[in-house]
C-alpha cells in the first residue's frame, strides 16, 4: 500500500505563506513549507470547467504524478510525459511549450521564482532547467547526470533546492544557476525540500539517514531523525511533520531540536509514488494524512484522531490539499472529494466513466479564483489530461 500525508495546522500559516509568494500555487505543496494550503477559496461546485490533453509519452507510462503549478495571472505550468513543459491561461489556452528537455517528465513539479520570470523543473534526463517564464526558452541549465525525481523549493532568498537520485542535495542561485553548496546522502532523493526560517528539512528513504534538518544557508547538518521516509517533510509553526515507512508512524518533532513531539502509529508503510506523499498544513489545526483508501484526520498539537473519511479504493492512498472553504482529496479511485473541515463529503467529481480506471496521483493546485487544477489519465493508457474543476 502506498500512504499519503496531508498536513492542516495552524491558521495563523495563511498569513506567513501570503508574505512570502503572490502567485496562486508557486510549486509543489503551495510553497516552501509544502503546506499544500491556500488562504483562496476552491471550488464549490465540482463542474468541470475546461480540459486539455498532452501528446503521446516518450516513456511506457502516460500517467503522470506530477502536478500544475500556477504563477499570479493564474497561468498553469505543467510537465507532462510527452516530454514538454506546458504552460496554459488560466482558461486552458495553450500559452507556450517548451521541449527537448530530457524526456520523461512526469515526476518534478515545476517552481515559479517569485516574480515569475523563472520556472525551475528536474528532468528524467539529469538536468534542472531554469526557463523564461514569459518565452519558455532555457535561462540555465546544471547537469548532474541522473534522474531529478524531486520538485524543485525556493527560498525566500530566491535560492533554488534540488536533489535527485545521484544522492545528492544541492542548493543554488536562482538567477544565475551557480551551484552554492551540495550535500551528500548517500541514498536516492524523491522528496522535495521544504524551508522553515532558515532550515531545510528533506526525508530520505534510508534507515541511517531518514529526516535531514540542514542549515539552508550553507547545507550543514543541524540534526537528523534515522528511520526510511521518502515522505516529503513539512514544517511550520515550529514543527516538522514526517511519515516513517519502517515504524509505520506519522511524527511530529521540533524544528531546532529534531525531539519528537507526538508519533501515530498506522503500521507498516509501503513508499509512496515519488512526490505524492507529501505533508500539507492548512487551517483548523488539524493533521490529515492517508492510509489503505482512509484518510485520517489528527489533532496537530497532540495526534489524537478527530475523524476519518473512506474513498471507494481500500488499496491506494490520496493526495490532499486545502483552500479557505474545503480540504480536497483524489485517491487514485477516479474520484476528487470536496470535504468539509469536519470530514463530510460535499461533492465528488468522477473523472471518467467506468470501465475505465483514471489514475490521478497528482497533488490538486488551486487558483485564485477557486479552480482547482490537476492531471488525470486512464490506468495502462498514453496521454495525460489537465482538468481545471469549477
Given amino acids: 500500500m502506498t500512504v499519503m500525508l496531508a498536513m492542516l495546522a495552524g491558521a495563523c500559516f495563511f498569513a506567513s505563506v501570503a508574505a512570502l509568494r503572490h502567485a496562486a500555487w508557486p510549486m509543489f505543496g503551495h510553497d516552501a513549507q509544502h503546506t499544500g494550503a491556500t488562504s483562496a477559496k476552491g471550488p464549490v ?151 522553515l526560517q532558515g532550515m531545510l528539512y528533506i526525508g530520505v528513504h534510508d534507515d541511517s539517514v531518514g529526516l535531514l534538518a540542514l542549515n539552508a544557508s550553507t547545507g550543514v547538518e543541524a540534526w537528523r531523525v534515522p528511520g526510511r521516509t521518502s515522505f516529503t517533510a513539512t514544517a511550520a509553526n515550529g514543527l516538522v511533520y514526517a511519515a516513517f515507512v519502517g515504524p509505520g508512524a506519522v511524527s511530529a518533532f521540533n524544528a531546532t531540536t529534531g525531539s519528537q513531539v507526538w508519533t501515530y502509529s498506522v503500521g507498516a508503510l509501503a513508499p509512496p509514488p515519488l512526490n505524492n506523499g507529501v505533508p500539507v498544513l492548512g487551517h483548523a489545526n488539524d493533521v490529515l494524512f492517508s492510509f489503505g483508501g482512509t484518510i485520517f484526520c489528527l489533532h496537530a498539537g497532540t495526534g489524537g484522531v478527530r475523524w476519518t473519511f473512506n474513498s471507494t479504493n481500500p488499496e491506494q492512498a490520496c493526495a490532499i490539499s486545502t483552500a479557505r472553504n474545503l480540504y480536497y482529496a483524489t485517491c487514485n479511485d477516479g474520484y476528487l472529494y470536496a470535504l468539509t473541515a469536519q470530514g463530510k463529503a460535499v461533492w465528488s467529481f468522477l473523472f471518467g466513466p467506468p470501465p475505465f480506471t483514471y489514475s490521478v496521483t497528482s497533488s490538486p493546485a488551486i487558483n485564485s479564483r477557486g479552480v482547482l487544477v490537476i492531471a488525470s489519465g486512464v490506468a495502462g493508457g498514453t496521454n495525460t489530461t489537465l482538468l481545471a474543476i469549477a
Fill in 45 to 195: 461546485h465540482g463542474a468541470l470547467a475546461w480540459a486539455f490533453q498532452m501528446g503521446s509519452p516518450v516513456s511506457d507510462s502516460g500517467n503522470c504524478i506530477s502536478s500544475a503549478s500556477i504563477d499570479a495571472q493564474d497561468n498553469i505550468y505543467y510537465g507532462s510525459a510527452d516530454g514538454f513543459l506546458y504552460k496554459l491561461s488560466a482558461s486552458g489556452t495553450l500559452l507556450w511549450r517548451a521541449g527537448s528537455l530530457g524526456g520523461y517528465l512526469c515526476y518534478s513539479t515545476p517552481a515559479i521564482s517569485a516574480d515569475g520570470a523563472l520556472v525551475y523543473l528536474g528532468t528524467q534526463g539529469g538536468v534542472l532547467y531554469a526557463l523564461n517564464g514569459s518565452s519558455g526558452t532555457s535561462v540555465w541549465t546544471y547537469h548532474t547526470g541522473s534522474w531529478i525525481c524531486a520538485s524543485p523549493s525556493i527560498g525566500s532568498d530566491g535560492t533554488v533546492y534540488a536533489g535527485g537520485s545521484d544522492h545528492v542535495l544541492r542548493a543554488f542561485d536562482g538567477r544565475l544557476g551557480t551551484l552554492l553548496w551540495s550535500f551528500q546522502t548517500g541514498i536516492d532523493i524523491f522528496s522535495s525540500a521544504s524551508l
